[in-house]
């Protein structure tokens, strides 16, 4: 689904004298129902390998292949509506807007383009999704009314309702005490497992990576696979 051929990201100083190679020449394939951690440690590289998994940015060399096409032949259009259908994100911080309620933040993607009709189905996916959750008695807080766990479980159905191919998760525990970790951790394997989904996790949390399938260490921009 998603392939990376020999990516490289590196960073130039402000005066572009001093040049930072935060990845190199990494390859990687994911497909359907993978799951997959990417360990290592603070700036390393996770966040920029995953925001180019997710098209948020492009890499200096190397090609992004996403189901046969190369991304950067995509215009800007086609690239965000590729990210918007296929792709969900799921960030260290939950990202709510505090002055809307669950269902609404959930929604609000979903609001400019959507009929009348649509928006009613997709309030129903949005419950249904909710309740898979266990959050069916909170669809009307608001996220100050949750704890950090509920309001990332939020995070995650928020992630889910365009019923996207692949989740790329940044960090999603970091934030968590250690049951509200494990509560999130299980939730997003069995969701990937049910939904036949990718899911792709970058964390320096190996409780959370020892529940991926396979797993990979980031140092000095090359990936190893771990057993
Ligand atoms: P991690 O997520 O593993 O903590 P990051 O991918 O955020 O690491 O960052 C890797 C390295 O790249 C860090 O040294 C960081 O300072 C640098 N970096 C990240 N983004 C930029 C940027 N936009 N410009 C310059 N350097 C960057
Ligand atoms: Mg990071």
Redesign the pocket.
Known sequence: MIKLEKISKH??SAGGQVV?K?LNDISLEIRKGDSIAIV????????????LMGTLDLPTSGKIIFDGVEINTLDDKKLSALRNKRIGFVFQMHHLLPQLNVLENILLPALANSSKNQLKLTSEKAIQLLSEVGLKAHLYKFPGQLSGGECQRVAVVRALINEPDIILA??PTGSLDYESAEQIGNLLVDLQTRKNMALMI?T?SLDLANKMKTRYS?LNGQLNQLK
């Open positions: 960073y130039q930072h935060v290592g440690p603070s700036g390393c590289g996770k966040s920029t390998l995953l925001n940044d960090e970058v320096h980031l």
